[in-house]
C-alpha cells in the first residue's frame, strides 16, 4: 500500500490539470467542410501574345471538402463564370490541399471546364486562411491557371470562406 503512494500522490496532483484542460479544449471538429468561393483574373497571357490586365470576370464557387489529415485535405469545387455579365463557363475542380503551417498552405487544383467547351486546367496555388473558434475560416488564395489546351496562362485570386462545424 505505502509503495503505491507516490504514485496515487502525483495522480492526484495531475488530476486537476488535466480536468483543466479538457474543460479548455476546444470542440471537436468534423472531418468534413463547406467552402464558398469568389475569384477573378487581374492578369491573363494568352499563347504566343503579351500580358494583359484585369479580365471583367467573376467565378463563384462552391464546394466540399475532407481532412485526410491535421495537415492534407481533399476537396471539389463546382461553379460558374461570368464576363462582363455574361454567362461564360461551368467547371468541377477537384484539389488537393497542403497546410505548411496553420495559416498558410498550397493548394494543387485540376479545373475541369465542362460548359461550353471541355478542357483541362492545371491550377495551383499558394493560399492564407484563418480559422476562428466558431468553425468559420476567412481565405484568400492566388493560383496560376495553364489551360491544356488553349495553352494560356492567368492570374487570379480568390476569396473565400470555409466553414468546418
Known amino acids: 500500500m505505502f509503495a503505491r503512494l507516490p504514485l496515487l500522490l ?3 496532483l495531475a488530476l486537476p490539470a488535466v480536468a483543466q484542460s479538457t474543460a479548455q479544449a476546444p470542440p471537436a471538429r468534423s472531418r468534413f467542410y463547406a467552402v464558398g468561393l469568389l475569384g477573378t483574373t487581374p492578369a491573363y497571357r494568352p499563347r ?10 467573376l467565378s463563384a464557387n462552391v464546394g466540399a471538402g475532407f481532412f485526410a489529415s491535421s495537415k492534407l485535405a481533399l476537396e471539389v469545387d463546382l461553379g460558374a463564370t461570368w464576363v462582363r455579365g455574361d454567362y461564360a463557363s461551368a467547371a468541377l475542380t477537384p484539389g488537393l490541399l497542403y497546410a505548411l503551417h496553420p495559416s498558410v ?13 471541355a478542357d483541362v486546367v492545371l491550377y495551383p496555388g499558394l493560399g492564407l486562411i484563418h480559422t476562428f473558434s ?12 495553364r489551360s491544356l489546351e488553349r ?15
Request: net charge negative; charged share 15%.
Open 48 to 57: 504566343g501574345g503579351p500580358w494583359d490586365g484585369f479580365q471583367h470576370d
Open 105 to 117: 498552405y498550397v493548394a494543387g487544383r485540376v479545373s475541369v471546364p465542362f460548359d461550353p467547351k
Open 151 to 165: 495553352r494560356d496562362l492567368a492570374v487570379t485570386v480568390t476569396l473565400g470562406l470555409l466553414f468546418n462545424p
Open 134 to 145: 466558431n468553425g468559420l475560416a476567412p481565405l484568400v488564395e492566388v493560383n496560376l491557371a
Open 10 to 12: 502525483c495522480a492526484a
